[in-house]
């Protein structure tokens, strides 16, 4: 097995670096260092184009995403270039006129965070240093989130005066389970630390630092790649889908997903290897 | 700004203390501590007109709640003016007759706890001492809950013969996240501590006392006053929506809501205020 | 009040031992401690009988699950038998005659493991030694979860290649409040223990073996067993509906439940009971 | 069994006329001819208080609504009053501060009108010539539509620039069988006849003129009001609930509203009744 | 292709005449014709194991359901037996106890009933002669249904002191267009005539008499038999989901229902056939 | 207010001519006449481009569909296009994997088809001659519908041995009123005529041929036109939002996007044109 993810197609884009540290695996970096790895909006349109290749790509199984430098995972959103992005400069001063460009400007916006979450590869998202409001929204779409020590927590939408609206205030609330806790970050914008992020079960581990915290994520991703993506990537589509829809629905869901994939020769190669005792190697997906 | 909570209207509330202690802030207090605070039906349709006029006044900006009294947040029912209540004296004793009016007794009482989710300023309960049964009710209606050390919870309604019905059962599996302990706390009555509250995220901070404790939720309160309430209102609006509907209709929600609210003067301040460094001040909503 | 659980009726089943330790409780044991309590398809189909049987038994108010033997809860699915009835040796080869036959196996296996969830009395499930796989989907149809701390956790169903189909993924993402920790124990099918078990809130205590969790849970069960059962029986209900609608669609779901259950004895019983702080008797429902 | 609608407590109404033709029914009349029966804020509000007086008033078993005069049902919204209303005056030119003013007088308004549907009790609404714009959204309400043949059909909303908020494009889509129809007048406000609502099932019959619609209606009122008010009323409730969930969770709801309503006296009378072909008489519910 | 309902194994029901006109096809007949075919509970008891045989049985691919005699299809409940069974003689006064054992009979009836709609192969209703109350029940479980000109149609409930609680209510909202009708006719358990069933579509064709009627049936199962049940029998499933679902959820769990079903043989042959213009045989499923 | 559907940017496809009656129109046209308008894979990728353009486009007001020659709208799919695309050569024979590539061509069968549905602005299908299988999919995602007298309408999936995918079976049941015959010719894949279609629902205008329906058709997208483009496409959004959630929420929907779309020009605009009995004009949206 090798990974695509070191090809010539993942050296296309302009503000995220994709390397192929191990078979299956795919790293993406936030590369915008100098800017705290901010998001304009050619940042978000490329995030959702790298999410599609890769979701698409049948050589990558595991996803982890992380910042690039020492600084931030990512500062959020590039206020310079979102101020006037919102302002809808040009657009008629119509109220319903000016709504209709926000909703597309919102839609395209969510739809392409949207992507990670849309993966159908597990992603395990590395939090560092600054992690500050777009980068709640990005979290939320991972599927393990686990972060350096260092790292300072903000739903930083509130102190610029919205209601943050790419995905934060609808997931959060299913990803945590204090809705107290939730509500208190979110109105407040206060920030957090690794820690607290932690006892409420937003990340599920803590490493000492940025680089220990890759180390670990890659090490994880690396693990899941060798397992059948059969399995790993039907995983969670199940996991999205029951946090969504009541018990009578998800467990039917469960039933017409399985009715399929459990005739993949994975599930019988699986089956041998755990009688037999040998590690079983499952074809891409 | 100033606060309407403390202008005389209201001050016409028999059950509950309505005052003004900063710029925005209200905070109310169940005024009945010979009876530990409990709720008759009087006490409960005042509770509602209390939130309603809280939501529609555009001074208010964020709400406290605790109890009158050392003793108790409240000790729940009052067993006494309920037991009359529910025995529906005077009513038909065909079952069917007996249910809709047990139907519009429950259904009023439910809208008037509700008034309190339904408020539309982010409102922090502050519990402590006895805490038994409503309490629980009201509290998984607040947006945030933090507690005196000395609390004592109950979901009590079984040991009066009924499941609880205000609440509690609907709200409580999404608003903490383990259902193995939810489901233990409601069977079997017993109480728990603050600090075990605590650890499973039922409330989201523990202070020493009932002073410390109603100090830190007005301390609290006065920080989201100044905030936009624009974006303050708007989060707890897109919180509870993402906490009932699933992903999809939540990113459309917020994508319509924000449409609307992104084109307020906060957004510029706020922005403008951020790269200018100084402190924004907030028109009522 | 005598437990029904005693009688001759409870002796027919093959895989299961169940006993009547005290009044109104029952306590189940998976019986087959040589196969570390796998089970193959005529244990789950005794499991659900035994499930509905005591559902359907006014006598039992509280039950307690454990397996038997000191090495496992259970170990899963038995893979021999499982691995001959997937391959659904004797079905036509055309996939869709092989997904319709398939789709009703997993149905079966659904319906069998959910008649615990489906139980109107509490379930108690008391984890212990090795309990992998379908351990986890029992364990999520239990009202409670207590555990031994030498329980070793695993959601295995990824290591045998397939994603896990008979309640896990359906029911964990509400039954636990990470979701980082839930994709992560479920996608890596790593073992977990007993200590991060209750600090994610999976089960809500641990004790020193199994001994004394069992006891723990019987203990609990004989407690809740004293309780009027209209309210203990209509508290499961209405959070297990909690657990999957909508805030407005369970208080009014609440509220017809109520309109009935309200005019129970057991209401009037339980306040004089408070009142005269006497200790009621309720019968059996 | 008199009719309360006949007692004073109906006479406080300004633009409404409630009198009781026969025993249990109530007819409700839209009563400013002059304007073509049209609706100004203080009719919407009113609108809402007669039919939460019907639904809590026990003496009354069915109702009819229709407008005075000759010349409309209603021709909707009252234009002058509405224009000052929606501009918002006095009110901040902020455009989140104007959204949530309009949210307040939108949701004002729903529940004004939305208490026709949630009165208890059956509501024929006789439609007769100008039908326009809320006369839709009101009639949607209704259980049952009758209407004279002259009436004038129009979802005028379109023409004075909105989209319709009180309620028909909420409800239209399930109240009428083809929904190429529903967009087709919606989105066009043309006319439709009569006999153009009847082959699409808008109304379930036609009449002459307006007093022969009328006649009708009442006559059918009068008919339900006979009926057990335990079985009517629960129809009502049931249907209700039944279009706007899904088949499982409607058949729960109804196991649990009958479970106490089957337990009423009316039942065993009707039995009897039938039995012995005598007519039965109801208590009022 | 032969059929099994022309097996002994049919032979054993008490109330029920199945047999095998042709191939794939089982004609069911309803026969109590001395009680106008009225369901006393083992009658409805029956009725459930009739449908889960031919669900289950692979021969059978098209189901036709009509009563025995010229008086009736059904007349409804058998109201001296149920008269007994709903007043739960022996069963405790007190009403949460009734309630309980209520809801236990309801559903069991409701379960029994919906085997119908729950059959996987399309069941064809020929509706005749008296046709209340179950009847309706009944029918809005077919998928397809059809009359004879003499059909006598009532929702009978509302007479015998009810809110019909077998289905007609959760699905009759469904099936038929024009909610003024279904209320109509719901809650003044009038009757209608074939020619009206029509007209608003809750029958899709009305025939001469009883033998034409049956007949007519009878060559529309023949003729659903001959398709590839892969596809007739998706249909049905795909068809009752949408139903119940909204827009996205629907056509995400079609994209997951064919990802296997399109792999079937059958998919190939039909399409082979179509290009070849021979006549196909599928296998059966 | 000039069509950009005239200009050069809508001269690029293949298969599609675009062109531009009337102000604000856009005629879409299939044209692949020699193949009956049959839709190979390229056909649908480009379907779903217009769409997105017409629907992005704030000079199209109103579009209309319809095919190119006198045979065909659509004789549905390309058979031998699809044959192999299905057949998923190139493919893993492995069942999980060919699941997979299935579920991807499915969906991005259904965005395709879909585009129309989500295209912002209403959609008018004009049916005429052959309008197998997909025609239908197609025809359920328009707005209006409306036929020539000589269309042949066909459900034709089960005659190629799959159920529909691609959005009839998730459509049709809340498109049309009657089940019964919704499943009827699901099920059959029989033929049915314009008048019947008519008579359902499914059509809400038969014109005598192929020309007339195309005029009405367009002289029916003028008139849209000339109406304020918030309030048609903000009805044409709430409809289908009413049609797949309950009323609750679809209230509430309303609510919000009013918020914001009632403080358009356009509604004081059309309010003083009302009143002053002159033509409005409105904005582009």
Tied chains: 1, 2, 3, 4, 5, 6.
């Excluded at 990974?3 to 390397?19: L, N």
């Excluded at 240093?129 to 972060?147: H, M, N, Y």
């Excluded at 790292?151 to 809705?179: C, N, Q």
Aim: aromatic share 8%.
């Amino acid at each position: 097995m090798t990974t695509s993810a070191a090809s010539p197609e993942y050296q296309k884009y302009k503000h995220f670096v994709v390397s192929a540290p191990s078979a299956g695996v795919a790293h993406v970096e936030i590369n915008r260092p100098k800017k705290l790895n901010a998001f304009a909006r050619d940042v978000w349109l490329e995030f959702g184009r790298v999410f599609e290749q890769l979701s698409a790509d049948a050589d990558v199984r595991a996803v982890v995403l992380s910042g690039a430098g020492d600084k931030a995972f990512t500062a959020g959103l590039d206020v310079v270039d979102s101020s006037s992005m919102f302002a809808q400069e040009g657009v008629s001063r119509d109220v319903a006129r000016r709504a209709k460009a926000l909703r597309a400007t919102i839609e395209e916006f969510q739809v392409c965070v949207g992507a990670m979450e849309k993966c159908e590869k597990p992603v395990i998202c590395v939090l560092h240093g600054v992690a500050f409001g777009l980068a709640i929204d990005i979290a939320t779409c991972a599927d393990i989130r686990i972060c350096a020590a260092n790292t300072r927590f903000s739903v930083k939408e509130v102190d610029i005066g919205i209601a943050a609206d790419v995905g934060t205030l609808a997931r959060l609330p299913k990803v945590v389970g204090s809705t107290s806790w939730v509500k208190d970050v979110c109105m407040s914008a206060r920030e957090f630390s690794a820690q607290e992020a932690l006892s409420v079960g937003f990340v599920s581990a803590v490493h000492e630092d940025k680089g220990k915290a890759v180390e670990a994520g890659l090490a994880m991703a690396a693990r899941l790649s060798e397992k059948s993506p059969v399995a790993v990537q039907g995983t969670k589509e199940l996991l999205n889908y029951g946090r969504d829809h009541g018990t009578v629905d998800s467990l039917r869901y469960t039933t017409i997903w399985n009715s399929a994939n459990v005739q993949s020769e994975d599930f019988q190669k699986a089956l041998l290897s755990g009688l037999k005792r040998t590690k079983p190697t499952f074809e891409k997906l």
